[in-house]
């Protein structure tokens, strides 16, 4: 009876494993430019099974979040995803609160531009409790900074909701990145015009051990419109 039981559960394993690895993403079935971000909640990624899937064009990289906290993957993932051919990006998770200087020496330590094939991309996702005004004088001092060190705009990531509570309006001279976890191609109140949209959160790739976010180019936008310009 237990080798039946055993014999059993192998093959329904078996079947899911299988099910798994051939679900169909938003990757297999358009023409878009496709990519991924990542950081240490992703544990030890594979890049050399990552950098041979051809769907997969770039990858942006955790770097540091706040004003003292690097992501303790950040080197070796930067490393070996230029190894293994993936164009490179690194992004910052913004925190309002925290002094806009200090931040961005804590980002500019890690994300050195001679490591950089994709501008720098700040990730924003939380008010920290203070008033819309507030928020976004912090975040565009930041902003600023980041262009002064990079000599170039930053990419600018947020969520579909958080965008049309705090930001609507205000991003109109920048790229950005909208998240949504739809099937839905995300409509913002002010119809803006963003060049890449995250649309999910629980992908899955050949290489990474678990979820995986990815995300793809709107329209008739290009890898060339996010390139790092090395001067």
């Known amino acids: ?27 297999d079935t358009c023409t878009h430019i496709h990519g991924i971000d990542l950081s240490h909640y992703q544990g030890n990624v594979f ?21 003292d906290h690097i992501d303790d993957k950040y080197v070796q993932n930067i490393d070996l995803a230029h190894k293994y051919g993936l164009k490179v990006g690194s992004y910052h998770f913004f925190r309002p609160k925290t002094d806009t200087q200090k931040q961005l020496d804590n980002f500019r330590m890690q994300c050195r531009p001679e490591d950089q094939d994709l501008i720098p991309m700040i990730d924003i ?64 109140k002010d119809d803006l015009d963003f060049i890449m949209w995250q649309y999910t959160g629980k992908g899955r790739l050949n290489g990474i051990n678990g979820y995986v ?19």
């Open 125 to 188: 996702e939380t008010t920290s409790g203070l008033p819309t005004d507030e928020f976004c004088d912090s975040l565009f001092k930041f902003i600023t900074l980041v262009e002064k060190e990079y000599k170039q705009q930053p990419l600018l990531y947020t969520f579909a909701n958080f965008y049309d509570r705090y930001l609507l309006g205000k991003l109109n001279d920048y790229k950005v990145m909208i998240a949504q976890y739809t099937e839905r191609v995300p409509v913002l």
């Open 47 to 67: 890049w050399e099974t990552v950098g041979s899937n051809t769907k997969m064009r770039y990858v942006y990289l955790k770097a540091t979040e706040g004003g």
């Open 1 to 27: 009876m237990n080798k039946i039981i055993i014999l059993l559960l192998t093959i329904l394993l078996g079947s899911a494993a299988h099910a798994q690895t051939n679900l169909i993403q938003c990757e």
């Open 213 to 231: 976010d990815k995300s793809r180019f709107m329209g008739d936008h290009q890898l060339r419109e996010i390139r790092f310009r090395h001067r």
